[in-house]
């Protein structure tokens, strides 16, 4: 037996996990896309092991934005933040550089069109990985702050920003069912509040007597990018009927970006669902499955069945499809719509945060972020739909935000030229 110099036993060696953790935990930054290619296969370890809702940080997520941005020769500043132990990849936080005014502001690689903002860490990770990446965010070089959208509340993101002391803003929640408990989806099915059951069960019957209803997915490529630009479409009609925008609906490009994921060249599973009365689409809804987890990324309805509540008809067709899948989490994403509350009491907490690395950053979170943009919202919120959506299209026709008028996009069959009525 081995003897300390004390004579008493030696401590017991450490585990090889608690090793690794001790080893130091470095950051290096990637900007070209030469090096981010060359990290393809230690992306997709991590990601494919890593905890929480990290679709919109995997690498074939990264990579779709960024060859958008090249085929469109915007500006684009990717600030990729790698963590390693020694020679092993743990941690990566993908982040881009905006202009908000005369500031730059570090965010998600893939805002506007990620839904959440997130870190990709290996499993047997610790919060130091979070707060070396932070740090060295913080440290970027001509970079006012930080600002993180839609940071869910089981991110280790989450804590890591509030320990900081970042402005935490525009709080919401994100539905999700949890499949993996039920056997059956009539296991499922049953959790359901009865008198929800019976409202569906109605309202489907009555549908039933005039329409013959069918519940599709879509296989096909050129129908799925059909039923994309439908979406796209649907919920252009809804937000301007509302007076309500996006940060993705503001960016010119975004049709396009969602028709080259409908396209299917980067590697994402695209699972699009519609439900038909007569042969006529009534509800769409379409999302990617990642790391067996559904995100609802898009969904629309014809206003002309609103009084059948298709949205909710649709929701029931989708999450026994997800169950038919295998699909252990079906997450329906911001905001919190009634329609999503009508099937799922589970919500997950997600917020904005600013952290600020200047003066003019300590300005623009506390100010803008913090206080004046919340109040902003809520005053739109209580304005009357009719005159806010006035107001937004003075707005926004100034600003040139574009629409499905002047977005090309693919023809449907009740839509041939790419334009018209959406549903």
Known sequence: MQLSLLGAPPEPPLPLLALRRAE????????????????????????????????????????AVWDHWLGKARPFE???????????????????????GPLRIATGLAEPFQQYSDAILSPDQGHDVVDALLGAALRLDACDGIELLKVRDDSPLAGALASNGAVRAAEDAAPYIDLRGFKEFADYHATVKPKTRKNIRNSRNRITRMHRLEHRVITCREDIRVLVARTYRGRERWLKELGLTSRAFREDTFPDFLDELASGGHGLSVLAMSLEADGRPIADQWGVVFNGRYYAYGATWDPLY?????????????????????????????????????????????????????????????????????????????????????????????????????????????????CGRPI
């Open 78 to 100: 990717p600030r990729i933040l790698i963590a390693r132990r020694g020679s092993e990849t743990v941690g990566i936080l993908p982040l881009r550089i905006v202009r908000r």
């Open 24 to 63: 130091p935990c470095t950051v290096s930054l990637v900007t070209d896309r030469r090096a981010f290619d060359a990290l393809a296969d230690q992306w997709r370890v991590i990601e494919a092991t890593a905890r929480g809702a990290v679709l919109f940080q995997s690498y074939d997520w990264c990579r």
């Open 306 to 418: 609103e009084e059948f509540s298709p949205g909710k008809l649709h929701l029931e067709d989708v999450i026994r499809a997800c169950h038919e899948l295998e699909i252990g989490t079906a997450d329906f994403l911001m905001p919190t719509a009634h329609y999503k509350l009508t099937w799922t009491d589970d919500v997950m907490p997600v917020a904005d945060f600013a952290l600020p690395c200047s003066w003019r950053g300590r300005i623009y979170a506390s100010c803008w972020i913090g206080a004046l943009r919340p109040q902003l919202k809520r005053l739109a919120l209580a304005t009357p739909d009719r005159a806010r959506s006035l107001l937004a299209t003075l707005i926004f026709a100034r600003r040139g935000v574009p629409s499905s008028e002047t977005a090309r996009l693919p023809a449907s069959p009740e839509n041939p030229t790419g």
